[in-house]
């Protein structure tokens, strides 16, 4: 295994015990100072799929199979306190919602030195310092004051910027970012995504960005992976993702993505809502809300196609031959 891989996740499932089949098989791996970002609409298994990396979803209700390794380390089997030692140095997590994510009776600064305390044998003094380092880091303004501010005394900008503290407190290799930007508003929005980015290329950190929204994607990621029904059914670098997505789905929700060319023009749209999870058809998931469907779609479950290295699409029609791909490029 290369030094610089960070996530080696091979057929990675995730089922709870109502039956949820949330992840059905995802491959991927994510190098040092690289950001991936995976894009789906709500219920696809995004944010379940980030949880997993951290064992974070519920471990009474959550079946994990398959390979998932942080740094070489093994998820799967991981007791409770090898992944404690894990969460912090190597992996940090900025959630949806920092209202709900931050503890509301300790200050913004008690938060992030308890974190460093957690994890590094220093004085409560240097960690305290550290913890002020890191507000002005995240561009927070009059830091030194906001030490001892409590979260609902913060606006909803400057919360998301002190998750990004917290997460950021133990100088992890690898960032997870679950719709940080959701709740905000789009001047704030465009701040934060400019602020993640500036800091992951600082730090060289490696960052798992999910998002449902393709303009996001395009401001943070190198790659994107396409969510639905617990798979990633397209993947590819940003640009050529963007320029000439192969999967339906992806066509779709590039479609229906408000740019700047998109003025006095009618958006598309997919039909129907994706599919129940505690029973998942056994062809193609989308087959049901895709113009392009045919029988066969509905029969088994599509291969992962490679017309060319970088770009992967699982779906009947994209052609596998890298001759054909590089005619469609072409015209």
Sequence with gaps: ????????????????????????????????????????????G????LRALMRL??????????????GGRDVVQASENEMSDLRGPFVSMIFQEPMTALDPVFTIGRQITE?????????????????????ELVQIPSAKRRLDAYPHELSGGLRQRAMIAIALSCR?????????????DASVQIQI???????????????????????????????????????????????????QPLHPYAKGLLGATVHEGSRGKRLTTIPGAPPDLRDLPGGCAFAPRCTEAEGACLAHLPELRTPVPDRAARCIHVDDRPAAFGERLAS
Excluded: W
């Design 172 to 184: 992890p290799k690898l960032l997870l970012a679950d719709e940080p930007t959701t709740a905000l």
């Design 57 to 70: 979803n519920p471990p009474t209700k959550t079946i994990m199979s398959g390979t998932l390794e942080l």
């Design 193 to 243: 995504l400019l602020l993640l980015r500036e800091i992951q290329q600082e730090l060289g950190m490696g960052m798992i960005f999910v998002t449902h929204d393709l303009g996001v994607a395009g401001e943070v990621a190198d790659r994107i992976a396409v969510m639905y029904a617990g798979r990633f059914i397209e993947e590819g670098p940003v640009a050529d993702l963007m320029r």
């Design 115 to 135: 974190t460093i305390l957690r994890h590094e044998n220093i004085s409560r003094r240097k960690a305290r310092r550290r913890a002020l380092e890191l507000l």
């Design 1 to 44: 295994m290369r030094d610089d891989l960070l996530v080696l996740a091979r057929d990675l499932r995730v089922k709870f015990t109502t039956g949820v089949n949330a992840v059905n098989g995802v491959d991927f791996d994510l190098r040092q100072r690289e950001v991936l970002c995976i894009l789906g609409e709500s219920g696809s």
């Design 46 to 49: 995004k944010s379940v799929t």
